[in-house]
Every structure is written in structure tokens, then in C-alpha cells.
T-cell receptor
Framework: GAVVSQHPSRVICKSGTSVKIECRSL??????MFWYRQFPKKSLMLMAT?????????EQGVEKDKFLINHASLTLSTLTVTSAHPEDSSFYIC??????????FGQGTRLTVV | GQNIDQPTEMTATEGAIVQINCTYQ??????LFWYQQHAGEAPTFLSY??LDGLEEKGRFSSFLSRSKGYSYLLLKELQMKDSASYLC??????????WGAGTKLIIKP
């Protein structure tokens, strides 16, 4: 299957700082990228959907000023968690899709805010 | 509303067969996916069904009945490494993925 690379896999940051997570599609052009959040023992929660070159569409309850998403090219999307707090600690996963095909997932990023 | 139901947890024995069911009610249908997720890792793709019937891929098979809003994932010759959560997801009319809560599969020797 296609390869989606997510970086970093783990990050620990201090409360109040910002963290950027990158999601790259390595061997295909991702017209759509999705960002998910997963709490322990819970299912994936879609945070936002981004199409290359346009603003992300955020799910209800997700603060767009806190979770900044940029999808500047067909191979790269970034999620920036601004002014992180301990409650933002979670597993963040991106997935990418080309057209209307299946979505391929990145490896995930475990964010711990201390 | 949109809803995906699958059992929370199942237990099976190494070498046996297990069937994980998924029922769905969504606004439109553009395919059903099964993903495997080991603890602490991102999900990995297992199968995609858009037409009725059984798709077989090695030890794993996936079945779909669109008229019944029903799918199952069948795992044969279970191995200890198959212990994981199995996620059912449906792509709706807007091509958005609606996720089930996942089924935690425990394999015992």
C-alpha cells in the first residue's frame, strides 16, 4: 500500500508551548488529509479534513485556533497544537487519500504535555 | 444520525477462527473498511468492501451485505500477534469515514 510518514512519533513539551506534527505522503499525491485524535481505549475522533490549497474543515467542538492545520502541498500537511496544555496530551494520527480511494495512515504521534 | 456498531471485546483461542461483526447506519455508502490497530500504534489497512460478497486475503476475509447494513471480518488460524483492536469504518456519501469504536480481540494460547 501507499506510504504516509508522520513525524515525530513521540514528543514531550512544556505547557504553553506549541508543537508541530508533520504528515507526508511519500509515494502518492494526497488530495485530502485527515487529522484524528485518539484517547486511550477510545475510537478515532476526526478533528479536521484538509484539501490541498484550501482551508481545513474542522469538526464540531475542535478549536481551529488551537489546532492549526496547513495543507500547503499535495504531499505535506501539518498540525500545530498551539499553547499546549496537559489535556491536549493524546495520540494524534493523520491519514491521506488520493481522490476517493482508501485512506492510508501515518504512524501516529504521541504528544505528552507536562 | 450515523452509527457503527461492533462488539467491544472478543476472546478466541490460538489456531481457531473468529468473526467480528459490524453493523452500520450511515447517510450514503461508499465502501466499508476494516483496520487493525495494535496498542500504541496507528491503524493499518486490512480490507475494503464496496460490493456485496466475500473478499478473501490470506487468513483474513471480509464480508459485506449492503441491504442489511452488515459486515464481518473473519480471521482464520489465529496467531498471538492477531491480538489487537479491529476497527470498522464506513465511507459515507460525502466520502467521510465514520468509525466504529473498535473490537478488542484477545487471543489465548
Amino acid at each position: 500500500g501507499a506510504v504516509v510518514s508522520q513525524h515525530p512519533s513521540r514528543v514531550i513539551c512544556k505547557s504553553g508551548t506549541s508543537v508541530k506534527i508533520e504528515c507526508r505522503s511519500l509515494d502518492f499525491q494526497a488530495t485530502t488529509m485527515f487529522w484524528y485524535r485518539q484517547f486511550p481505549k477510545k475510537s478515532l475522533m476526526l478533528m479536521a479534513t484538509s484539501n490541498e490549497g484550501s482551508k481545513a474543515t474542522y469538526e464540531q467542538g475542535v478549536e481551529k485556533d488551537k489546532f492549526l492545520i496547513n495543507h500547503a502541498s499535495l504531499t505535506l500537511s501539518t498540525l500545530t497544537v498551539t499553547s499546549a496544555h496537559p489535556e491536549d496530551s493524546s495520540f494524534y494520527i493523520c491519514s491521506a487519500r488520493s481522490g476517493e480511494t482508501e485512506a492510508f495512515f501515518g504512524q501516529g504521534t504521541r504528544l505528552t504535555v507536562v | 444520525g450515523q452509527n457503527i456498531d461492533q462488539p467491544t471485546e472478543m476472546t478466541a483461542t490460538e489456531g481457531a477462527i473468529v468473526q467480528i461483526n459490524c453493523t452500520y447506519q450511515t447517510s450514503g455508502f461508499n465502501g466499508l473498511f476494516w483496520y487493525q490497530q495494535h496498542a500504541g500504534e496507528a491503524p493499518t489497512f486490512l480490507s475494503y468492501n464496496v460490493l456485496d460478497g466475500l473478499e478473501e486475503k490470506g487468513r483474513f476475509s471480509s464480508f459485506l451485505s449492503r441491504s442489511k447494513g452488515y459486515s464481518y471480518l473473519l480471521l482464520k488460524e489465529l496467531q498471538m500477534k492477531d491480538s489487537a483492536s479491529y476497527l470498522c469504518a464506513v465511507m459515507d456519501s460525502n466520502y467521510q469515514l465514520i468509525w466504529g469504536a473498535g473490537t478488542k480481540l484477545i487471543i489465548k494460547p
